[in-house]
RNA sequence: GUGGCUGUAGCUCAAUAGGCAGAGCACCGCACUGUGGAUGCGGCUGUUGAGGGUUCAAGUCCCUUCAGCCACCCCA
């Protein structure tokens, strides 16, 4: 093992792992599109004040990619797009068509420890609508993830988006006398309490977080109270708009979902798979104060976000990624016979081609039989023979290496029969 | 950043109590000089992740380091 290693927490695609990459790409993309969203990208490089403005600069120079450039200004490696996207957003404010609809997949850093579900470089899928205020905004984005996860094979008792809003919590614990100053410490005491057991939760409760005794209580009847949602307007009406977009069973009530990011001040919701076995497959929400954030006249939004690697596993658990066969279609292969009949078989890929058929040709003269073992191990559904035989006659033989049956036929006729024994395409 | 487990051929893994590094698969060749996945025969493959130490002798024991996995932390 003498090659240099590669980069800590980064993978390699080889074709057989980029295919799945892009089928993913593919599917996020045509579900974007099927909303009236539109692609955008934003640099993979960014000031670090863009974050450090969010997060604090410890916090970046921590969890992210950060470097000095050769004019000694601090860069980072982005982390997130969202910030990329308010920062586009503001630079152009007034000449862009509201609502926008974008939607973005890339890749991201961050320089954490790599486990299952999270490595330091990953592909995120970004989508947001920005410019629109109202619970049916929230409600389409949530559907859009439903509409995702529908369409990559999951079922709603596989997968469920989990929904809640930070004003409704909000409302809540200023009704149990818990002051805005405590209330993040709050939230963080929610996003735990399956972490942890009921007694080291409670004393997590009363002397980290300190709530009072009666404060604790409540938030606990809040956690349990499934039909709290019917007390918020904001979410009877994005519960009603869901059913309506049709991706109703994806999606339910879950007081326990606050999300870690404190720029949400909505809406907010996660997918997870229902055994709760993996990390969040996506997250997002309702953010009314972003866009002003980086020098923005106020805007609002909501958008989601969803890395490559969790819905990866979940898929795999499930069965439901395509096979590499599936996923690539491998080309037909023309053989090479010999020397002389070599630019016949040129010739013939050259008219495949100009057909539209994606042909692969052998680079040199070789064994017949190394050749057909070639194109059944690419995965070829068929090989083209031209010998002395078939080139003194103007034919060609086509071999059908799946059924192991083969015919002569004519050059004009081949394009015509290939495209009955290539494979069909997947999405 | 903290802790645990694991690193042996291209891949999956063996190697009694320190005692000559092995098997299967894969690959290459031949049987089969115009026909692939099967079968048979033959063949190739290693700084045992890296560095140091103990020992007559280290894949094995000790130290250091790197990487992967897992948990914690964090999660944009």
Redesign the pocket.
């Known amino acids: ?2 090659t240099i ?7 390699d695609f080889y074709p057989e792992q980029m295919r799945v990459r892009s089928w993913l790409y593919r599917t996020m993309g045509r579900v974007s599109t099927l909303f009236g969203y539109e692609e955008y990208d934003g640099p993979f490089l960014e000031y670090m004040q863009l ?1 450090a403005a ?2 604090g600069e410890e ?2 120079k ?3 990619f950060v470097f000095q450039d050769r004019g000694g200004e601090w860069i980072t490696l982005r ?5 990329s996207l308010a920062r586009m957003v503001a630079q152009k404010q007034r000449q862009l068509t509201y609502p926008l609809r974008w939607w973005s997949f890339g890749p ?1 850093w ?11 470089e990953f592909f ?1 899928w970004n989508i947001d609508l920005i410019g629109a205020n109202s619970p049916e905004a929230d409600a389409e984005l949530v559907a859009i993830g439903a509409v995702f996860l529908r369409e990559v094979g999951l079922e709603p008792s596989e997968v469920q988006i989990l929904v809640n809003n930070r004003r409704l919590v909000d409302a809540q614990l200023e009704m149990l006398g818990i002051p805005g100053e405590q209330r993040p410490a709050v939230l ?1 005491l929610i ?2 309490r399956d ?2 057991s009921p007694q080291a939760w409670e004393a997590y409760a009363l002397e980290t977080v300190g709530l009072e005794q009666t404060q604790f209580a409540g938030v606990r009847v809040m956690l349990e109270n499934a039909a709290l949602w019917e007390q918020s307007e904001e979410l009877v009406r994005l519960f009603k708009a869901l059913e309506a977009l049709g991706v109703g069973e994806y999606v339910r009530y879950a007081p326990e979902i606050v ?6 001040t909505g809406t907010v919701f ?1 997918a997870r798979d229902a055994d709760g076995e993996f ?2 497959i996506l ?1 997002g929400g309702r953010y009314d104060n972003l866009v002003a954030a980086v020098g923005g006249t106020p805007l609002a939004g909501v958008g989601f ?1 969803m890395g490559d690697m969790v819905i990866t596993l979940v898929l795999q658990k499930f069965g439901r990624i395509p096979s590499a066969e599936e996923l690539a279609p491998a080309p037909v292969l023309v053989t090479v ?2 020397a002389e009949t070599q630019y016949e078989s040129m010739a013939v890929a050259t008219e495949l081609r100009a057909a539209g058929i994606p042909t692969a040709l052998y680079p040199e003269v ?12 690419i ?2 559904p068929a ?1 083209v ?8 006659a103007g034919v060609v ?1 086509i ?8 015919q ?1 036929v004519s050059r004009q006729d081949l394009p015509a029969i290939l495209r009955t024994l290539r494979p069909e395409n997947p999405a």
Request: hydrophobic share 30%; no cysteine; charged share 35%.
């Open positions: 093992m003498k290693p590669s980069v800590k927490g980064t993978r974050y969010k997060s916090l970046v921590e969890q992210a982390p997130e797009l969202t910030p991201m961050r320089y954490e420890r790599p486990q299952k579900g999270r490595s330091r995120q963080r996003d735990r972490k942890m999300r870690g990011l404190d720029y949400y996660e990390r969040a997250g976000a016979f010999d070789a064994k017949l039989g190394k050749q057909l073992k070639h194109a059944s191990r995965g070829a090989a023979i031209i010998g002395p035989d078939e080139a003194a033989t071999k059908d290496l799946v059924h192991r049956t083969q002569t």
